[in-house]
């Protein structure tokens, strides 16, 4: 045997479990895991080809590679039990006819990021496998202090490898979007389609094939959103563009885009649709990057990043649905109706008010000339009520008042707007429910004594 081999041994990195369960004369098993970050703008052949022979150089004449876990489209920050070849491995860790003694990588950034290898070692060690590295230049040793060390600025430079690409990437996404106004993939906004824009302006990628694109409006669906734009400017709601829209049979976005759209429902135009296209500045003609937040790895968590984290390019770089100044009058407007009078309607406890069913805000509601407030526990004007949905919460609001007044009436009389201003400036809300109100802090649910 090796020195090298030799050096393992009186270490005593296999287990006497695990030395027990291979010849004494034959060659080490290796089991090999390569990575591969994307399989659009990689080739996981290629990839995984250079990592088996950079392993394979490690390993000759001290063993032979026997098996192969490969994960194509995963990120490096993932842990190893979330990619499914790695937790693979993993779980093969536990059956002792296995085939393989050890595992080895090609390169350590394709393997891991941070420490992840200083968390997957003590693992490794309770099942006597040994994980070989180029880097390491054979197996790693936990207890030595050179190996701990390797493994701290590897795991360093894998993180900061990482973030360097991404502040690059990022960067550069962002110049392209505010200077350049390129289109930067996605699917296109409801309106719009997308039309070529000539070679890449990369000489590589043009002599590839590789195309740019730009969006043009759309002349099925742009008219429907110029007409919701002319709507909301004369004073509809947003619901009531929702519910005309679904009376004139007109295709939701993601039914008239299903090839873009397979995990939506298309069934019919909601509030949050119709919100969401008037909030869209692209429609100005404008290119939009970094409204959404990707950087969280749940989708179901991504949420919209604040308006001044948005690029935005400086001139247009595609037909425009809506002008500047239309877009920016169509943020401001509330349809806030008048009364019949033509005298404007005041909510004075407009957001201090919570339902106890559900716990959304109550909407401010003008009913028999007076001002209230009503829940419908998530049913919006866009979509019939079902039958089974519990009763509407309906509140007037001087009756409220009223409450509220006769509450801290043993410290004087109190008039509404002192009553309200008081609320607002302690963070206080009051949580309704059909027959009681329960006045408590903003970000608890424990009532005010």
């Known amino acids: 045997m090796s020195s090298l081999f030799d050096s393992w041994v009186q270490h005593k990195v296999i287990s006497p479990r695990s030395s027990r369960r291979h010849s004494k004369d034959g060659p080490l098993r290796f089991a090999l895991y390569a990575r591969t970050s994307t399989e659009d703008f990689q080739d996981p052949v290629s990839s995984c080809g250079w990592q088996r022979e950079a392993a394979q150089i490690l390993v000759t004449g001290l063993g032979v590679i026997v098996a192969e876990f490969v994960d194509v489209g995963y990120s490096r920050r993932l842990p190893w039990k979330e990619r499914p070849q790695s937790a693979e491995l993993l779980m093969a860790l536990t059956d002792p006819d296995r085939g393989w003694d ?20 003590p693992l490794l060690q309770s099942y ?11 197996p790693v040793d936990p207890a030595s202090p050179m190996h701990q060390a390797l493994m701290l600025l590897l795991g360093g430079q894998s993180q900061r490898e990482v973030l360097r690409a991404r502040y690059r990437v990022l960067a550069a996404m962002r110049n392209q979007a505010t200077d350049q106004g390129r289109f930067l993939g996605g699917r296109p906004p409801y309106g719009y389609r997308l039309v070529d824009a000539g070679p890449h302006p990369n000489r590589t990628h043009a002599r590839w094939g590789r195309r740019l694109h730009q969006l043009d409006a759309d002349p099925a669906t742009a ?22 829209l679904n009376e004139r049979g007109v295709p939701c976005p993601s039914d008239a885009d299903r090839e873009r759209n397979p995990h939506r429902s298309g069934h019919a135009w909601t509030l949050r649709t119709v919100a969401a296209i008037l909030g869209n500045p692209r429609y100005t003609g404008r290119q939009v990057w970094n409204r959404q937040n990707s950087g969280v790895t749940d989708a179901m968590a991504r949420g919209w990043n604040a308006p001044q984290e948005w690029a935005i390019s400086t001139k247009r770089s595609h037909p425009a649905l809506v002008s500047d100044d239309d877009f920016v009058a169509a943020q401001a407007i509330r349809a806030a ?7 404007p309607r005041v909510y ?3 957001g201090l008010l919570k339902c106890g069913f559900c716990g959304r805000r109550l909407d401010s509601h003008w009913a028999n000339g007076r001002p209230g407030y009503r829940c419908r526990h998530g049913y919006t004007s866009a979509r019939p009520r079902e039958a089974s949905s519990p009763k ?27 009553i309200v201003s008081a609320l607002r400036a302690n963070g206080l809300v009051i949580i309704c429910h059909a027959a009681t109100r329960v006045v408590t802090e903003l970000n608890t649910e424990e009532p005010i004594p």
Request: proline share 4%; hydrophobic share 45%.
């Open 392 to 418: 509407y919460l309906y509140i007037r609001e001087d009756r409220l008042l009223a409450e509220l007044s006769a509450h801290v009436g043993g410290r004087g009389r109190k008039e509404p707007a002192e």
């Open 102 to 121: 050890a595992i080895v990588v090609g390169e350590y950034e394709r393997a891991f990021c941070g420490d992840q290898l200083a968390q997957l070692l």
């Open 348 to 350: 004075l406890l407009a």
């Open 223 to 244: 008219p429907h959103v110029r007409w919701m734009f002319a709507q909301r400017l004369s004073g509809v709601s947003v619901a009531g563009i929702a519910r005309m």
């Open 337 to 343: 109706r008048p009364a019949q009078d033509g005298s």
């Open 128 to 138: 006597g496998v040994q994980l070989w590295l180029p880097e390491a230049g054979g």
